[in-house]
């Protein structure tokens, strides 16, 4: 038995969430595609897959002691997690969206409208907590209808105290719904595309989301759980910065060299070596990908032979703390 258990998402997030483990430990997953249950290089460590949206409350109740999962799940589940790190993949924006021939550019108009005419607006949304809150905060739903539930409606249940507003369960096919079902949608959305296509718009952005590493507070406070979570977060933590940078290698005259190294960043400073030709140096470094179009004229004029390498991994080794708080510090 793993000393470690650990649920990755099924789903939308799925297949970079194994891209990032098989770069983090430098391995295979073993068994994708055909059971639950799947195998990384690490004998510590036991991975069950799982949907996203249950990871949070599993962690939560300690069935995993880490877990990836969406910030936006996180969020609808009011879990209590701990948040380790940003994995910077899976980005969406949870939005509201309306059918384009309705003539409203935000929610507070849409509540508006809707409450002066005494019709009832229903929304379409996986995200029921969410939506209720958000709603909730608009300061036209306030005016309208207090401190009101808006009525949650799902196979099994209906609940709330506000029949003026109702949001059904989604199972999925969201922005299918409107107009015939519902008259707007709470939905995720990585370029606004698919609603696009749908003959939706959007009229506002709730919050943005990302896959991030979360973890059972408890598990944190078990020395031995503990050090194999830090273990994680380096490797982990290693692809994230990897994947922000490019590993150069540039031949340049000794004439230019330190013209050279004054326009290269790098994270603690550049290698330089003694080429075989007399006179020139081999220098690599580590630089941000933003910076590299920046480079290219200078180093195009004082050097030669550019090679370009994207890393795997970067692996800072800098001392993780988890402090008394649970809080992430790196040192």
Same mark, same amino acid.
């Given at each position: 038995?793993?000393l470690i258990?650990?649920?990755?998402?099924?789903g =939308?997030?799925?297949e970079a969430t194994?891209?990032m483990?098989?770069?983090a430990?430098?391995?295979?997953?073993?068994g994708?595609?055909?059971?639950?249950?799947v195998?990384?290089?690490?004998p510590?460590?036991?991975?069950?897959?799982?949907?996203p949206?249950?990871?949070?409350?599993?962690?939560?109740?300690?069935?995993?002691?880490?877990?990836?999962?969406g910030?936006?799940w996180?969020?609808?589940?009011?879990?209590?997690?701990?948040?380790?790190?940003d994995?910077?993949?899976g980005k969406?924006?949870?939005v509201i969206?309306?059918p384009?021939?309705?003539?409203f550019?935000?929610?507070d108009?849409?509540i508006?409208?809707?409450?002066?005419?005494k019709?009832?607006?229903?929304?379409s949304t996986?995200?029921?907590?969410?939506? =209720?809150s958000?709603?909730k905060?608009k300061e =036209?739903?306030?005016?309208?209808f207090?401190d009101?539930?808006?009525t949650?409606v799902t196979?099994? =249940?209906r609940?709330g105290?506000?029949?003026?507003v109702e949001i059904f369960l989604?199972?999925?096919?969201t922005?299918a719904?409107?107009?015939?079902?519902v008259d707007?949608v709470?939905?995720?959305?990585?370029?606004?595309?698919?609603?696009i296509q749908?003959n939706l718009?959007?009229?506002?952005?709730?919050?943005?989301?990302?896959?991030?590493?979360?973890a059972?507070?408890?598990?944190l406070k078990d020395?031995?759980?503990?050090?194999k979570?830090?273990d994680m977060i380096?490797?982990?933590?290693?692809?994230?910065?990897?994947?922000?940078?490019?590993h150069i290698f540039?031949n340049v005259?000794?004439d230019n060299?330190?013209?050279l190294l004054?326009i290269?960043?790098?994270l603690?400073g550049?290698?330089?070596s003694n080429?075989s030709?007399e006179?020139w140096?081999g220098?690599?470094?580590?630089i941000?990908?933003n910076?590299?179009?920046?480079l290219i004229p200078?180093i195009?004029k004082i050097?030669q032979g550019?090679?370009i390498l994207e890393p795997?991994?970067i692996l800072?080794?800098d001392?993780?703390?988890?402090?008394d708080?649970?809080?992430?510090?790196?040192d």
């Amino acid at each position: 038995m793993g000393l470690i258990k650990f649920a990755v998402p099924k789903g =939308s997030i799925e297949e970079a969430t194994f891209k990032m483990i098989e770069q983090a430990w430098q391995c295979s997953v073993s068994g994708r595609g055909r059971i639950y249950r799947v195998k990384i290089a690490d004998p510590d460590i036991e991975v069950k897959i799982l949907r996203p949206q249950e990871i949070p409350t599993y962690v939560q109740e300690g069935f995993h002691d880490v877990g990836i999962t969406g910030k936006d799940w996180i969020r609808e589940t009011n879990a209590d997690v701990k948040v380790l790190l940003d994995l910077e993949y899976g980005k969406v924006k949870q939005v509201i969206a309306i059918p384009e021939f309705f003539e409203f550019n935000s929610l507070d108009e849409l509540i508006d409208n809707f409450a002066q005419n005494k019709k009832t607006l229903r929304f379409s949304t996986e995200y029921l907590k969410s939506t =209720s809150s958000y709603i909730k905060s608009k300061e =036209s739903y306030k005016k309208y209808f207090g401190d009101l539930e808006p009525t949650i409606v799902t196979p099994w =249940s209906r609940t709330g105290n506000n029949k003026m507003v109702e949001i059904f369960l989604s199972f999925g096919a969201t922005e299918a719904k409107p107009p015939e079902d519902v008259d707007a949608v709470f939905d995720i959305t990585e370029t606004g595309t698919t609603l696009i296509q749908n003959n939706l718009k959007i009229i506002d952005q709730v919050m943005e989301s990302t896959a991030v590493l979360i973890a059972n507070k408890d598990a944190l406070k078990d020395p031995i759980k503990k050090e194999k979570i830090i273990d994680m977060i380096v490797l982990l933590r290693g692809v994230v910065e990897a994947r922000k940078k490019l590993h150069i290698f540039v031949n340049v005259e000794k004439d230019n060299l330190e013209e050279l190294l004054r326009i290269l960043p790098s994270l603690k400073g550049p290698t330089i070596s003694n080429l075989s030709k007399e006179g020139w140096y081999g220098v690599n470094t580590i630089i941000d990908k933003n910076e590299f179009i920046r480079l290219i004229p200078t180093i195009r004029k004082i050097a030669q032979g550019l090679v370009i390498l994207e890393p795997s991994q970067i692996l800072s080794m800098d001392k993780i703390i988890l402090d008394d708080k649970d809080e992430i510090k790196f040192d």
